[in-house]
């Protein structure tokens, strides 16, 4: 097993890896159908964007004032209103979820508009769903206030207050869910191409016997390594390509930043996905344990830990210390400051040098790991 790197054998070896990829369907399903179905999910499945919800409405007062405001909520973009005379029958609705909240204009309404005094307004929100019911909440309370404004206006006093605030939003004007959730899903995908399928190469020689006849031949280990890990790089690569194509063609996210740059983040995070599976394939020698390894350290923590779904400074204190030993972590940044903002090199390079750090540890451990089966 001494000697130079040989290229030959290290060629050799990576067709023979390419040859089993080739002949092993399981391996294209991964690659490049499951990229297909998680982009389906998160651009479409999974939407966190405030659409139309719908609500009781229900009006206790019969004046002018109280039909006015009435016809601001049933005639805007977020509410889809079901109105009513008392809360009795919509209280069913709420239960049965048919609806999300109700808004209740009191008796005297109109009465204490006309006396100048303030008059509130009644809303009730499904606490079930914390988020839907402070969205209701919200926007039933700014549209009473905009309304309250309009009515200001036309009697010619001042509507507006002395300080004017006006809200601008950089990188993605309409806050539009998909623009993070795709390129965030990128992430999911190349993890799973990355630890997932590594986690089963070295595990999938020792159970077909097949590592016995490798260690009577003069291969190193650097040779047998990169033969493992080279074919799901540029498989890793392939895929993030698939993956990119579709979330600008098909769920028409933007891409500010240049593609060499997409590749180089994805390169980066290659390494350490490729790096840990490698190392859990070579530890434990079973298909099996490794694939369930490789699900919990790899893909959950992806999911859960990289603020790819869930900010990271909104999680505990505790949490947040783990997620610095997330790979994933920082790859969902720069993958999201491609698409929405453009090459940001002082965000972005800082992340692709850890990822390389974490890249090197995990082959070190890696070779340690098979080096020692070998012996």
Known sequence: MKGHFDLRRTRALFIKEMTQILRDPSTFLIAFLLPLILLLLFGYGINLDSGRTRVGLVVQDDSEAAFSLASAYQNNRWFDVVTARSTEPLKPLIVDDRIRGIIVIPQDFGAKMARGQNAPIQ???????????????????????????????????????????????????????????????????????????????????????????????????????????????????????????????????????????????????LLPALGQGLFISSATKNQFAASQIALLTGFLPTLLLSGFLFEIPSMPRPIQLITYIVPARYLVPPLQTVFAAGDIWSLILPNIGIMLLFGAGFFLLSFLVTRRSLD
Not at 189 to 194: F, R
């Open 123 to 269: 809303i009730i929100a499904d606490g079930s769903l914390p988020n839907t019911a402070d969205f209701i909440a919200a926007y039933a309370e700014g549209l009473r206030a905009t309304w309250m404004a309009d009515r200001a206006l036309e009697k010619g006093k001042m509507a507006a207050p002395p300080v004017s605030l006006t809200t601008r939003f950089w990188f993605n004007p309409a806050l539009t869910s998909r623009y993070f959730l795709v390129p965030g899903s990128i992430a999911m995908v190349m993890t799973m191409i990355g630890t997932l399928l590594t986690a089963l190469v070295v595990a999938r020689e020792w159970e077909r016997g097949t590592m016995e006849a490798m260690m009577a031949t003069p291969m190193r280990m650097s040779e047998f390594i990169a033969s493992k890990i080279l074919p799901y790089f540029l498989l890793g690569l392939g895929s993030m390509a698939l993956c990119t194509l579709l979330a600008v063609l098909l769920f028409g996210v933007p891409l500010r930043g240049s593609v060499l740059t997409l590749f180089l983040i994805a390169s980066a995070f």
